[in-house]
């Protein structure tokens, strides 16, 4: 077990709602980084927070926003929730901006109805 | 360009058998190479890991063989046990590029006793 968590673990939501998943990154890690894994498909890139800016973002709207916290913990927020939004939602730490050496919680499971 | 693909999509072998799971990338910045296996209900974890001025890495049962000029590198299971038996990740990131980090679909490996 990796020393990432996240919570909640499962989060049932209605469309249009907005959502806040939350995650405690590694002791030692600067970098959290935050993934959507539809069902049967590879984890899709959001957006990544080191040292409390973003980093980077991958092909996400604006409503997919995040914020990162003195102690490196990091913080998803999704406004005007789509059913396409449900997912599992993967946050990894890392140390140093990059994704070497990255280490995945196990995900909060969101359920957009 | 910022895609990865991965084959199989599935992959069935004894116990004791070899799997090889393939990727290819297009884009020649991407400089690390990492596998993630994934069990369900659990976030990826990170399995190895290569950069492109090395053709083969070993850690323990498991090996990356990487062809830079075409641009493909694969995993190699030895000696693959039950417990192998899970969905594998292949993918790509630009050094010190926050965004610029993909993963393949996955393949699920099942190993039979």
């Known amino acids: 077990e990796t020393g990432v968590t996240q919570s909640p673990t499962h989060l049932i939501k209605t469309r249009g709602q907005q959502v806040t998943l939350r995650c405690s990154s590694q002791?030692?890690?600067?970098?959290v980084s935050w993934y959507q894994q539809a069902l049967g498909q590879g984890p899709q890139f959001i957006f990544q927070?080191?040292?409390?800016?973003?980093?980077g973002r991958g092909n996400f709207p604006p409503r997919f926003s995040g914020l990162q916290f003195p102690n490196y913990s990091s913080e998803l927020n999704v406004n005007a929730l789509e059913l396409d939004d449900s997912a599992l939602y993967l946050c990894?730490?890392?140390?140093?901006?990059?994704?070497?050496?990255?280490?995945f919680g196990p995900g909060t499971r969101l359920t957009v109805t | 360009q910022q895609q990865v693909k991965q084959s199989p999509q599935s992959l069935i072998v004894q116990k004791g058998g070899i799997p090889i799971i393939n990727c290819a990338y297009e884009?020649?910045?991407?400089?690390?190479f990492p596998w993630y296996q994934q069990f369900p209900g659990k976030g990826p974890a990170l399995l190895i890991a290569?950069?492109?001025?090395?053709s083969e890495k070993k850690e323990g049962r498991f090996t990356i063989s990487f062809n830079k000029s075409a641009k493909q590198f694969s995993l190699h299971i030895m000696d693959s046990q039950p417990g192998d038996s899970a969905t594998y990740f292949c993918?790509?990131?630009?050094?010190?590029?926050?965004?610029?980090?993909?993963f393949g679909p996955g393949t699920r490996l099942s190993v039979l006793p």
């Open positions: 927070y080191y040292r409390e800016e973003e980093n």
């Open positions: 002791s030692g890690h600067n970098t």
């Open positions: 884009n020649t910045a991407f400089d690390y």
């Open positions: 290569i950069r492109p001025d090395v």
């Open positions: 993918a790509a990131e630009v050094d010190n590029y926050g965004q610029n980090f993909v």
């Open positions: 990894a730490s890392s140390w140093g901006g990059v994704h070497r050496e990255e280490y």
